[in-house]
């Protein structure tokens, strides 16, 4: 395997990216771009991309700005600008003839879901713990966090995103015009793959199905009889990237 480290200029911001190439002896027919929630890809991202190049997937996957070494503060808004030149860049200089899908992680369904709905280049998505409603999210889960304490995690994880805390929750609200539970229906004929935990408290479950509900075929849902918001736990993982690339291998195969 061949991983590259590379940068993605949207909007005058310098994205930090890393490029996982499988073997040369392997197959290699389809491209994924991997969108990282609220902690940047150091944490599970980089490593589920380097699962797929050893399924044979060219695998890209970066920090939007704000995350990491990437510039620029948190802005939730600009992750569709961000994904957008990640996927030029992957079009035009990494994978012009593969078929491209994008993997959304929690925050990450917001942006690939947008940008499905308005590039066609994207050939599939995968939405693991979809934030399927921002707005109803939003009303549901920020007193229950606030109240577990949530700032008590300030810094603890040094790959966040700079300024987090203070940038978050106005952050959250710019994202309301871009809500996928209200583009969701145009995406179609895309196909649309969702994951969830069923016992998910962070992202509860019924923001995943009323997206699925919403969304036109091609689709599936699977539910997963777990807590484990983020598919953390080594068997939940396994599953979830094996489901992810049956999925796309049969989408996206000629």
């Known amino acids: 395997m061949k991983i590259q480290q590379f940068w993605i200029n949207s ?37 589920r991309a380097e699962a797929f190049a050893q399924q044979g997937f060219t695998s890209l ?26 996927l030029n860049l992957l079009y035009q200089e990494v994978a012009p003839e593969m078929p491209v899908a994008l993997l959304g992680l929690s925050f990450g369904v917001i942006p690939a879901i947008w ?7 994207v050939k599939a998505i995968v939405g693991w713990r979809a934030i399927g409603d921002i707005e109803a999210w939003y009303n549901l889960i920020r007193r229950p966090i606030r109240r577990l304490g949530i700032e ?13 805390y203070t940038h978050f929750w106005p952050s959250l609200r710019s994202l309301l015009p871009l809500n996928p539970l209200t583009v969701v229906e145009q995406l179609s004929p895309t196909p649309l793959y969702l994951v969830h935990a069923v016992n998910d408290f962070l992202m509860p479950a019924q923001l995943a199905k009323n997206l699925y509900k919403r969304a036109k075929e091609p689709k599936r849902l699977v539910l997963l009889d777990t ?28």
């Open 11 to 47: 909007e005058g911001f310098n994205l930090e990216g890393r490029l996982f190439r499988p073997n040369q002896e392997q197959d290699q027919h389809i491209a994924i771009i991997l969108l990282h929630g609220v902690k940047g890809i150091d944490y599970g991202t980089a490593r």
């Open 61 to 86: 996957t970066f920090n939007f700005r704000g995350y990491g070494r990437s510039q620029g503060e948190l802005d939730l808004a600009a992750m569709p600008a961000d994904l957008a030149a990640a």
């Open 115 to 121: 940008v499905g709905v308005h590039d066609r280049r």
């Open 152 to 164: 008590q995690l300030r810094f603890q994880n040094r790959h966040q995103a700079k300024g987090f």
């Open 227 to 254: 807590s484990d918001h983020a598919f953390i736990q080594p068997a939940n993982e396994q599953k979830v990237i094996a489901l992810a690339v049956d999925w796309l291998k049969e989408a996206l195969t000629v």
